[in-house]
């Protein structure tokens, strides 16, 4: 069975600062990688994925993030952090389990960013 | 506009006394799911439906039934609560039950249970 794990459960930044929060996973097969975010009091939403090719995956708001394969990572980067950008970050495997979908989601990280 | 619909947003209830949480989608998805949300477990998948009639148990199922009747419709039903299904639910829908389909999800129900 597949696992996520975030390393970073809180993480406090003063504006402008980079960002980089970790995400390992295990599975030994394909898989499909995702980065969800969710506001204060809002759902989840989508903020990337990766599904094939260029390992390095741009999404919504500044944020990217890097597929290393050997290292079984998916970090997520933004350069320079803005207030707005406070929220709690889920890393989440998507991976093929009896022939259907099998979404896995990490513990979270919480990001407070400080004007 | 494409969404997904959850109902109550906020319920509190007693020890045994059943209750049901709807949970709608208006785009046609094939797959839908129920997580719960508690503080330092992330989401926790309960139940998942990959069609109409096609359901099965996530990782946390016990205490929680589901149903689907409809595509559209996926509620969430708990016979006899307890508190420790005191947390923050969330319905989520995707178009396929191909692992390469992202999540769309409902603005979540905060259920206390006394």
């Known amino acids: 069975a597949q696992s996520v794990s975030q390393h970073n459960h809180h993480v406090i930044l003063s504006e402008a600062a980079s960002l980089e929060l970790g995400c390992n996973y295990s599975?030994?097969?394909?898989?499909?990688l995702f980065w969800y975010v969710q506001y204060p009091g809002q759902h989840l939403q989508l903020l990337l994925k990766y599904f094939s090719g260029d390992p390095l995956v741009k999404g919504i708001k500044g944020f990217e993030a890097e597929f290393i394969k050997s290292k079984f990572s998916f970090n997520l980067r933004k350069p320079s952090v803005q207030w707005s950008d406070t929220a709690e970050y889920f890393c989440a495997v998507n991976a093929p389990s009896g022939g259907y979908q099998k979404v896995t989601f990490g513990t979270g990280t919480k990001l407070q960013v400080i004007p | 506009e494409a969404q997904v619909t959850q109902n109550p947003r906020y319920l509190i209830t007693v020890t045994g006394k059943k209750l049901t949480v709807t949970c709608s989608q208006n785009?046609?998805?094939?797959?839908m799911s129920w997580y719960r949300q508690d503080p330092g477990l992330g989401l926790r998948q309960i139940y998942y439906s990959m069609n109409v009639e096609v359901t099965d148990k996530g990782d946390v199922p016990e205490g929680y039934k589901v149903s689907r009747k409809e595509k559209r419709n996926f509620p969430l039903i708990l016979e006899s609560p307890s508190p420790n299904q005191t947390s923050l639910y969330f319905c989520?829908?995707?178009?396929?039950?191909?692992?390469?389909?992202?999540?769309?999800f409902g603005n979540g129900t905060r259920l206390t249970v006394t």
């Open positions: 599975y030994g097969g394909t898989v499909n």
């Open positions: 785009m046609n998805h094939e797959y």
């Open positions: 989520a829908s995707s178009s396929s039950s191909r692992h390469n389909s992202p999540l769309h």
